[in-house]
């Protein structure tokens, strides 16, 4: 489990539209499935735990992509203080 492997894994996915849409394929009403993140990132080389995601895409001081925006005008990426494994936001 790594941070640094989730990092790895959010600077492959950002570069790569066909990563982008397996991401995608992973989020549902709003939450993203981290558990299963994880397991697509193993999937690439990535291993990391999906706490581990959680963390890195909560980051504060991280600037987002323009996928990873997309994701936050959809509700999906979680604030910090709101961050449980497929918690919807609001809920």
Request: glycine content about 8%.
């Amino acid at each position: 489990m790594s941070i640094q492997a989730a990092q790895a894994f959010r600077q492959q996915t950002n570069a790569s539209p066909a990563l982008q849409a397996e991401v995608l394929g992973h989020v549902s009403n709003g939450t993203i499935d981290y558990a299963a993140l994880a397991e697509l990132g193993r999937k690439h080389g990535h291993v990391f735990s999906a706490e581990d995601a959680v963390a890195v895409l909560s980051a504060p001081s991280d600037e987002l992509s323009d996928f990873e925006m997309e994701l936050v005008s959809g509700g999906a990426i979680i604030p910090p203080q709101y961050a449980k494994r497929d918690r919807p936001m609001g809920g």
